[in-house]
């Protein structure tokens, strides 16, 4: 059963501000519930991956962007962006 | 026992472009978020693109490290929240699902003391925090992005390090690896940072961030250790902890004011496909790769006969070594690194006298050459360095404006020797009685000429005058 | 002059001097102004649309060169970048957000002269399959306004059903491009994934996720293909599929070509009208020569559990960077701790983004790993395994796109286990990485029902000459709206 606990928890570790934490334990717990299903797989499949090879990759070059992209950002003081203190 | 693991961080300060976008990967000097993309500040829509260049300097360092690089990478999101991480996850790498990362399992022998490498990664840097005014009044934070995105090697080590100077001695060896395979200046501030985790015997495993510069890694460690100590002996608990630097009191504080709980949810970023390294790539970058300190050292000696030391500070410097190759030919190899090593040591000791260095390795070419051929006395070849390092320009017209060209002819030799002669009776005397003396009349013939004087000459003609 | 033309018909007559661009996108800006207040399936119209007909038409006027679109008005799902005209993902979250670039799909249209007629709603960020979830208020099906278009790209399908646009773009990521092109009875096709670059699409599931084309034609989905598919270098999971044309060839025929019906997706727990469809379907696709056998894909039972663990895995972490710091709606910053204020503006996701990102963190969380979404990647390489199995033996799959019809606004939206079970025979072609298409195939009580044909990896040129195949067999009335 998920708790009460584990919602405020997660909803800590996502930074979102929640009021009704009951809600989301019924609605979490119910998925939850639900996705167990999966545990009862076992499977020693290789999880699949896309490959691509490494000559494929990006050549290293440096080319600027072609806008000043800060402008279409919320700036302040000059070019900078603000942002609120990690206490 | 004490144990003692490093964390590094070590910028591809080398490269052009950032890991995942194509702004400059060199971001320092550039106005607040001008070097910024929709990919390096997270804009909704925009995706990484990984640099070919970072992979193969990854795999460089892993290799030279000793470590084994497997035939598929893979990068995964490392989830947390901060101010100056644009998409609120770090794109990473992780090994806890098998070896996904460009390096593993590697050592490195420091001294006589082998330090286990665990593994090597390939991640992206945050940007940069700024704070005005008095921090404890503002609640905001400017964010510069300039950083973000520029590409970093994480090297982690076993906990193999025993005392402080053990770490002190290892990073010295690593940031002159590093400078010398090209893949990074540590020279330059934040391009090497170094994190320890710190445990003695009684206690659990504390971590120290924030260590500014490398001499404060010495000091951090070593208080760190006391600070476990005197707890250890009190009988209280070491607990596992993050612990700050304080630059300052010069001692290491607890990070975290609030219990909060980590939990970084690793997961693959399928953005960027796994990368299939080929063994014939590998092997081709390996065959590419600029050759180790070790290799230059043990050839400098061998085939030139420079003797150990001169070898060893000329080879542990990419700046000398560089220097060094691309003025040497097989014959005034031996001169070239006394130069290096002796005369130009105190002009190029810091970032910014390299910086403003005009001596180019023809000039040492030259110089080494006039010395092998008589043309200029050693002392003389001191004074012309000074004068190239300042000015640039060339050795022959250096050597004319100072008067530098040596004096070898007889006459005029015998002229000054006369003088001496006349100045010095006493001394004349005494070498008359003693021979071993005339190098004291050599001296002043050779101070009378400002060092330009064949000393083997003079002394030929000292010792047929005082016959 | 009809609006029900296809992409073909618009070009032939935009070619022949019968209608001009001018003519027919102010008539489809019309058309919207007049449906729109019903169905809501636009969040922004295009202002400058006019603008660029006309440009068109002098250029057409002086022979001057013009891309194959020629000025057709296409409308693109909200959560598709396009440079100077807003993109919301239908949430409060990017309300006033504008990109400052198109994304690749954007640039390729425009590129051959398409014109953005606006950007379509949706459910937030794309998760759900009603478009109930829009913080701008739901759309509505065009063949009944008081039932859901599905989703997540309704506002896509609804507005392509009621001639709103000629053609549209969704993005798929466990059917919602097919999901509302059934109920709202228009093709929806989801590609091979990596056939359509994601460069600008707002990532909700990236690894699983594909934009793809909504139509009223077949050819027309072909058409749109040749125009957006392809490597891309600003997407690095894009694959090289060679050069196809995929309008080529299209009438082909399914002469000789074996179809599985996929017995997981038939049947069980589906509205009785549904199955009779789908049966109807298969015995049409054999009258015309085709050869169908039931085929079983075991792991079709686990699909919803594994498809839902892994996209709300993805989504927590996507939809991390909506800090409202960068970008954003306006509140600002000063008062707040950093944690205090992204937390408040992280509250105005909709319910249902949350318990996605809830759900997602879950299962990523350290203890839970490996019970759920490490499972659930194994899960999805047993549907690969199974799917590419099926294929040896047969070119094509069939099923049902959606167990059900069409039901009202409200009816389920509480009820998420009711909604997972609707995504039973979509998501399968998400996570196999294959293409899968929805094609219109009757209406009955006035509702749409559509049938889904999937081909394997990259055989999207086959899919497309049995939906053409299957789509010449009915007669479909056009919406009433
Ligand atoms: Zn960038």
Redesign the pocket.
Known sequence: MVTKEEIQRLANLIKIEINETEKYVEQVDKVIRYFDTLDKISSTEEIFSQDLALENLRPDEHIP?KEKLIEKLKNSKGTFVKAPKLI | MTKIGLEIHCQLTKLKS?L????KADYRGFEPNI???????GLPGSLPLLNKKAVEKAAMIAMRLGCKVPPKIGFFRKNYFYPDLPKNFQITQYNVHGPTSIGSEGQILIEDKMIRISRIQIEEDPGRLIYEGDPSKSLTTFVDYNR??TPLVEIVTEPDFTTPKQVRTFVNILSDLLDNLGVSDTSLEGALRVDANVSIDKGEKVEIKNIGSFRNLEKAIHFELIRQESLAERGMPIPSETRQWDEGRKITISARTKEEEQDYRYFPESDVPHVLIKDQLLEKLKENMPESIISKRERYVEKYGIPNQVAEVLSTDKFYSDLFEKAHNENNAKEIANLITTDLMGLADTKEKRDQLKLKPQHLSDLADAILNNKITRISAKTAIHEIAKTGKPLSEITSELDLGRVDDESSLLNIIDEVFAEEKQAVEDAKQNIETVNYLVGKVMKKTKGKANPSVTLEIIKKKLK | MRLSVSATEYRDQIRNGTVTVEEFVSKTLEKIKKVDEQIHAFITVNDDAINQARNLDKKLKAKEKVGACLGMPISIKDNICTKGIKTTCASKLLQDFVAPYDATVISRLKAEDAIIIGKTNLDEFAMGLTTEFSCYGPTKNPWNIDYVPGGSSGGSAAAVSACESIVSLGSDTGGSVRNPASFCSVFGLKPTYGLVSRYGLVSYANSIEQIGPMARTVEDIAFLMNIIAGQDPNDNTTIDSGAVDYVDDLDVGISGKKIGVVSEMMGEGEQKEVTESTRNAISKLEELGADCEEISISEVLHSVAAYYTLTAAEASSNLARYDNIRYGYDFGVEGFEFNAYISRSRKNFGDEVIRRMLLGTYVLSSGYFGKYYMKAQQVRSLIKTQVERAFQKVDLLISPTVPSMPFKLGEKINDELALFRLDVNTVTANLANIPAISVPFEVKNGLPIGIQLFAGHLQEKLLFQAAHALSKLTKLPESPI
């Open positions: 962007y | 950032k995942f976008c194509s702004c070097n910024i993309c929709p990919i390096c500040v973000s995105g």
